[in-house]
């Protein structure tokens, strides 16, 4: 057996070498606000740290079909399958330096799932859909900023997980990310999180199959948001966390709006004509695109 001596000798010999350090390149500067990655922001679900997505087995049925909007925002619609579901999904696509994302209050608990229109046209908005939760009381569920007005209190719980956030620009924020809201121009609670990092967020409902109202950004300065038909919220997750499957836009993060009856997607093409899918209920607010 060699001794400890021998060994020595050969180390400063130079036959054994000790291993290289290899370098790292710095870190390059972001070019969009920084969010939080998946590890640092808590899931609300004790095991989703140690849930990992799976392959999604979703397909685009043909190529997704693109109509220009005013500016350079546009309409998508696509059909994505799997084990012979299909999903048909309407999007508006918009880059937020040439937009503002606005909330837009509608307090009148009687007037319609059609009053999207109207209330898009007093806005000036290009395109909009409809916003978050609301209560039998037609207050809305969680707090609600409108040009810096403020109604209902912020809530924390396993619906309402995010809230979309306009301070110049727009963000998709985690409740834990939430500090101060008095800045703000613009807030809307919602939920639940559905993709977070690109990645699905695990164990959400896979049952239930109905229409859904989404947002999501790639996180920089572009932006989707839009209707997803028959399709429960598990399915719309790994749908848009799916590479390739929103076409050139890899999502970042997504948030769930309210669904169901309260779905409702409105948008003007190049052209000015203007396209209207009401929802079935009344609503208590809308998000809307304006132009800068």
Known sequence: MRSLAFLLTLALAGCVQPRAVVETEPPQPSLAPRYPSWDEVPAPWPDAAVVRPTPSGWRLDAPAESQPLIGDASVQNLSVSRHGHSVEVQFVLFDSRSYELKVLDQPEDWSGGGKITECMRKAGAIAGV????????????????????????????????????????????????????????????????????????????????????????????????????????????????TPGLMPDFPVHRALNLDGGRSSALYYRTADGREHTDPGWSTVRNYLGIVPR
Do not use: C, Y
């Open 130 to 241: 409809n916003g978050g939760f609301f209560t039998p009381q037609f207050t809305p569920m969680g707090l609600m900023i409108t040009d810096g007005q403020k109604t209902g209190a912020w809530q924390s719980n396993k619906l309402l997980t995010g809230a979309v956030v306009v301070h110049h620009t727009p963000q998709l924020l985690w409740n834990t990310e939430v500090r101060d809201t008095s800045s703000s121009s613009d807030l809307l609670q919602a939920g639940p999180r559905l993709v977070d990092a690109g990645r699905a967020v695990p164990n959400l409902e896979r049952r239930k199959h109905a229409t859904r109202t989404f947002i999501a950004t790639d996180g920089a300065q572009r932006w989707i948001f839009g209707l997803a038909r028959n399709v429960s919220l598990g399915e719309l997750a790994d749908i848009l966390a």
